[in-house]
């Protein structure tokens, strides 16, 4: 395992400054309803106002519309909008991960298509591989693509797909060579890119238990997808979706979720009898994010130096969401009375959302049983 200590340098801490100043102005304390981590709203226009400044895809080549910049450059920029709360859900999934499976495996067209665009923080993405019978083993996806004139012909059903409602594209993981006796599950699966306006596309809520709208079904009904939109190889989709899931985990999006609560608190308490509990808490809280902050951030060291750190992101993810669960436990010791995602007060109104979205954190992107499992797996030097 390599998680190697690092810490930023000159002009890393100078764009930690840019990005702080920005936000300073752009949604000053108050201005606005922090979200919870990548939970944070949509807000096509903060997105854009991010791409100007070059900090949407910016990881990605200067060709194809972003700025060269490095991993450790888009960590500092994600975790300043984390902390902060920023909106920065429209172009989340699209600069985190499909804008590099594009520029990974995708042709010059899908390039030229896709990534400016992503880079001036216009397109959103949606991610499409579990399905009902589906989740930790996702090899075993069985929505099939069938061939048909120039394209494929797809049917059947995605769920818990996050934004679809909200987003312009999906990315989706579909079985496009039947599963033959005896062989690999991991074989015959491809990727693709559907628009999510396609005729024969079915979106439905599926509310969350507050009556929130994140969630949808996708049912495909004979949706036609060009030749042109599948990315890589058709039938090697299974080692690309293994790479983009080591985009997905390991960031400062799977521990910094309810800072933005945090911090909340303590404004809440400055002055009352629970300041010094409060402090002692962030004390003790900060500690640990210090912690997690240096693995995840030797993360996108390792990322930078070239390799595909796909052990320690999984530990980095199990070890982050568990702690932001005992973060929410410890806020929980803080009220008295029933959080209500209606109260008067920030701190509970956040609280209460991180109440209900916390559990969340520990599925989505690989439970914790499965994470635990990849490390294990690949400490020992076998498949993932
Ligand atoms: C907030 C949120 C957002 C999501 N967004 C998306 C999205 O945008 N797109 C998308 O495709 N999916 C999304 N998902 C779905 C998510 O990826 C799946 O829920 C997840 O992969 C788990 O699959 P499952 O729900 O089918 O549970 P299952 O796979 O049925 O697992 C049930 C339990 O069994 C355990 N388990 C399963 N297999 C093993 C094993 N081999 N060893 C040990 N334990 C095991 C699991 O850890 C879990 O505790 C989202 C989920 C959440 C919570």
């Not at 999906?170 to 559907?194: A, N, W, Y």
């Not at 900060?286 to 912690?291: E, G, I, L, S, V």
């Not at 929410?328 to 959302?353: C, G, M, N, Q, Y």
């Amino acid at each position: 395992m390599r998680f190697t200590p690092t810490q930023l340098g000159d002009a890393e801490l100078e764009l930690q400054r840019e990005v702080r100043a920005f936000l300073a102005q752009e949604l000053p304390p108050g201005s606005h309803q922090p979200g919870l981590g990548m939970s944070a709203r949509a807000d096509r226009a903060f997105s854009a106002k991010m791409a100007e400044r070059g900090w949407v895809g910016m990881s990605l080549p200067k060709q194809w519309g972003g700025s060269d910049r490095s991993a450790v450059d888009r960590f500092i920029v994600v975790e300043e909008m984390l902390r902060w709360g920023a909106p920065v859900g429209h172009h989340w999934v699209a600069d985190r991960q499909t804008g590099n499976v594009i520029l990974k495996f995708g042709t010059d067209e899908q390039r030229k298509r896709f990534l400016p665009a992503i880079c001036r923080g216009e397109l959103g993405f949606s991610i499409g591989m579990s399905e009902p019978d589906s989740g930790s083993d996702l090899a075993s996806v069985s929505m099939r693509a069938e061939r048909g004139d120039g394209g494929w012909i797809v049917n059947g059903t995605k769920i818990w797909t996050s934004g679809a409602h909200q987003n312009d594209w999906f990315i989706c993981l579909l079985r496009t060579h039947p599963l033959e006796e005896g062989g690999s599950k991991h074989q015959g699966l491809s990727q693709m890119l559907v628009d999510l306006n396609s005729p024969g596309l079915d979106i439905g809520p599926i509310p969350f238990l507050n009556g929130e709208h994140h969630f949808n079904e996708v049912a495909f009904t004979d949706v036609f997808v060009p030749d042109e939109n599948v990315v890589g190889e058709p039938g090697m989709g299974w080692n690309q979706n293994t790479a983009e899931m080591a985009y997905e985990r390991g960031g400062p999006d799977r521990w910094l979720s309810p800072f933005s609560t945090v911090e909340q608190l303590l404004r809440e308490v400055e002055g009352t009898e629970m300041e010094q509990r409060a402090c002692e808490l962030f004390g003790e809280l900060t500690a640990r994010w210090w912690a997690l902050r240096n693995l995840s951030l030797s993360v996108a060291r390792l990322i930078d130096e070239g390799e595909a750190p796909s052990v320690e992101s999984a530990l980095v993810k199990e070890m982050g969401t568990r702690f932001e669960l005992e973060v929410i436990e410890k806020l929980v010791e803080f009220v008295d009375e029933e959080l209500t995602p209606d109260a008067d007060s920030l701190f509970h109104r956040l609280l209460a959302e991180c109440v209900l979205t916390g559990p969340g954190n520990t599925i989505r992107g690989g439970t914790i049983e499965i994470l635990r499992s990849v490390a294990a797996k690949g400490l020992e030097g076998l498949p993932a």
